[in-house]
């Protein structure tokens, strides 16, 4: 069965520091993997996606993901943190031989210290 | 180009009580998907339709949920009997056919049921 841990609940970096947040998935076909942002109260959104191709992909507001299958992990990384992204970041795999629906991680909470 | 919108935003309803929730996906979208969170968890997957027809419901949506997409554009979910257990997020999101199943979320509806 297909399933995503993001280790570690909560993540906590300085203004300009590496953000890093892990993702481990499991899945019996070639994963589609996604990382979505969720500002308090609000809904999803898309990051970035990996489906086929390239394995480091770039997302929006200067986050990349790297897909290793050898590893089967999806970590998010942004290079130099700012304010604005303190939010709750989620993995997820796609079931796309299940009519695409989500399973997704149980997220992480990212605070930047200034 | 609007995005995935949910009416209402808030909800509060008393136990017992029937409440209904509208999606509107973004148009031409022909997957729309229906997911739950609830406080510090990622989303679950309750179900989806392609176009009108439903193709999947999840062993979370009990008998007192149904959903429902008349003519492939908007859905609407309905809980039946309210519980405090249904309080929650209830997001919704579509994908368009073909392509790499990226979901576009809406705001999402909070439900307390008191």
């Known amino acids: 069965a297909q399933s995503v841990t993001q280790l570690g609940s909560h993540v906590s970096v300085s203004e300009g520091a590496l953000v890093l947040l892990r993702c481990n998935y499991s899945s019996s076909v070639p994963p589609y993997l996604f990382w979505y942002v969720q500002y308090p109260n609000q809904g999803l959104q898309l990051l970035l996606k990996?489906?086929?191709?390239?394995?480091l992909v770039k997302g929006i507001n200067g986050f990349e993901a790297e897909f290793k299958k050898s590893e089967t992990s999806f970590h998010l990384t942004k290079p130099s943190a700012h304010m604005s992204d303190a939010a709750e970041y989620f993995c997820a795999v796609s079931l796309y031989n299940q009519g695409g629906k989500l399973i997704f991680g149980q997220g992480t909470e990212l605070s930047v210290k200034p | 180009d609007t995005g995935v919108s949910q009416d209402p935003r808030h909800k509060i309803t008393k136990r017992g009580q029937n409440v209904t929730f509208r999606c509107d996906p973004i148009?031409?979208?022909?997957?729309l998907y229906w997911y739950r969170q609830t406080l510090g968890q990622g989303p679950e997957f309750l179900t989806y339709f392609q176009n009108e027809a439903q193709l999947e419901k999840s062993r979370l949506l009990s008998d007192r949920f149904s959903a429902e997409r008349p003519k492939g554009s908007f859905s609407t979910l309905e809980i039946q009997r309210t519980e405090q257990g249904d309080s929650a997020m209830y997001l919704c999101?579509?994908?368009?056919?073909?392509?790499?199943?990226?979901?576009?979320f809406g705001p999402g509806t909070r439900l307390t049921v008191t």
């Open positions: 148009s031409e979208h022909n997957r």
């Open positions: 990996y489906t086929t191709g390239a394995t």
């Open positions: 999101a579509s994908s368009p056919n073909g392509g790499s199943y990226e979901q576009y």
